[in-house]
């Protein structure tokens, strides 16, 4: 198929962009047949490569046997069999997997289980769920009011309750160190500071990505950020919830982003890495305790028709069991420790780039009007749109934010699939030089 005069499609965007023929591994070729390195796995969800052939065959053996079966009235092996290996991956006590089919349901589910946990034990005063700014939780009215930007998020103040925000920590942090303890108790210290002023008896939980995803472009936490959290959460009873829909399923290096230092959420949201691009799924987990209070108050009031599709959750199964069978957790940490040494020497060459960060193959690099003044981009340079269109020329996907100063600035993300090798690293770079 060739591009139509009038499209009838209706995104956000109206820029028109190639259109796909087929993708494979971690390329993807147009209609005209050029190829492009696909830098972004779409949007931080094609983990594993595109078209792997045991995820298609595992798929294909699926449905052949039923490609639906409504959860009210059948179960199904596949969602049953991924429950266990989620469960099992899962920090410990995390044993109970509520099954949607994409990130913001997954936000969304945990907002309705947080809050009827609250209820069950007797607590129905808390309600209130603590965010960051700048972040990104989903789309859906719930999500929407965790999300902290409000060019997003305004229209529909009206229509949702939007939720208290402490303010995520920032790409440069006014001369703080990130290695040094302060920095981390510093940011931490808001979230005390805002449960303090909202009423610790109203405040049901606080949510966050361990590693910030495109809100924040690839944000790593100053040391001791998400210890403390997590001390200052259990010291006010309030449950933590890690959205991990872009960092979960391997892209950092650890198959969810908390291990890295170790924190355990007592609610945790997994999507896109999940069934990576396979199939639409995702995953709230949730602690056995909290499940049983909620299932012994009447039951959870909640639920989608999709939820555990036996297709998706086939696709979750195979998926898991490449990233174990290919070690792509290990590669991701090795192959991504690279690119951010050769995106850092691209810093050498450019004083627009002000920073380069982020955990294995979830990076990004950042442009400034220069690294002495580190303000962001005026709007009238048009550096950033021309990298996207020289990325684009030069056969690679790159994604991108340009958000004027409301997020973190104006940043790339550099998140190919986690099959990578040196020689992608290389392509890359050239990508982009
Ligand atoms: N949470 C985070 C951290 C995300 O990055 C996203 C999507 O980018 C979502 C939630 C919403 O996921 P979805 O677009 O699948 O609804």
Same mark, same amino acid.
Request: with cysteine; charged share 25%.
């Given at each position: ?40 796995? #779409? ?9 792997? +052939? ?23 092996? +596949? ?7 989620? %469960?099992?991956? %899962?920090?410990?006590?995390?044993? $109970? ?49 965790? *999300?902290?930007?409000?060019?997003? *998020?305004?229209?529909? !103040? ?12 920032? %790409? ?7 290695? !040094? ?34 809100? *924040? ?36 290096? =650890? ?26 799924? #995702?995953?709230?987990?949730?602690? $056995? !305790? ?5 299932? !012994? ?37 090795? *192959?991504?420790?690279?690119? $951010?040494?050769?995106? =850092? =020497? ?31 981009? %005026? ?55």
């Amino acid at each position: 198929m060739s591009r139509p005069q009038t499209s009838h499609l209706f995104y956000q965007s109206r820029q028109r962009r190639p259109v796909l023929d087929q993708a494979r591994g971690v390329y993807m070729w147009d209609v005209d047949g050029k190829r492009y390195l696909d830098g972004s796995s #779409g949007a931080m969800v094609c983990n594993i490569g595109h078209s792997n +052939p045991r995820v298609l065959e595992a798929m294909r053996k699926q449905m052949d046997k039923s490609t639906f079966g409504y959860r009210l009235h059948f179960e199904t092996e +596949p969602a049953e069999l991924l429950a266990a290996r989620t %469960a099992a991956l %899962a920090p410990e006590g995390l044993e $109970k997997v509520f099954f949607v089919s994409g990130g913001s349901e997954a936000v969304e589910s945990a907002i309705k289980l947080a809050r009827q946990n609250a209820i069950a034990i007797g607590q129905a005063q808390r309600y209130k769920i603590i965010s960051r700014e700048p972040s990104y939780h989903g789309c859906t009215l719930g999500a929407l009011a965790l *999300t902290g930007y409000a060019p997003l *998020t305004a229209p529909f !103040d009206p229509m949702m309750r939007p939720m208290p925000k402490i303010p995520a920590p920032r %790409a440069y942090l006014d001369g703080l160190d990130p290695d !040094d303890e302060a920095t981390g108790r510093h940011y931490a210290d808001m979230l005390e500071a805002k449960i303090l002023s909202e009423g610790p008896e109203t405040i049901l939980a606080f949510i966050v990505e361990p590693i910030g995803g495109a809100s *924040t472009g690839a944000l790593v936490p100053p040391k001791g950020y998400m210890q403390r959290i997590r001390e200052i959460c259990t010291r006010y009873g309030v449950l933590l919830i890690h959205d991990e829909v872009m960092t979960g399923g391997g892209r950092t290096g =650890k198959f969810f982003a908390g291990e890295h230092w170790n924190v355990d959420p007592d609610i945790l949201v997994i999507s896109k890495g999940f069934a990576a691009g396979y199939a639409p799924l #995702g995953a709230m987990i949730a602690h $056995k !305790d909290i499940v049983t209070n909620v299932l !012994d108050n009447g039951g959870f009031l909640h639920g989608f028709t999709y939820a555990g599709n036996p297709l998706a959750c086939s696709a979750g199964l195979a998926v898991l069991d490449e990233i174990e069978r290919e070690n792509l957790c290990q590669n991701a940490a090795e *192959t991504g420790a690279l690119l $951010k040494s050769e995106l =850092k =020497k691209l810093m050498d060459r450019y004083s627009i780039i002000g920073d380069v960060r982020g955990e294995g193959l979830l990076l990004a690099f950042e442009l400034v009007e220069d690294r002495a003044s580190l303000r962001p981009l %005026a709007k009238e340079l048009n550096a950033f749109n021309e990298l996207v269109d020289i990325a684009y020329e030069n056969g690679l996907i790159i994604y991108s934010r340009r958000t004027r100063g409301g997020y973190s600035g104006d940043h790339f993300l550099i998140a190919p699939p986690m099959i990578s090798t040196p020689d992608h690293v290389a392509e890359i770079i050239e990508g982009l030089d």
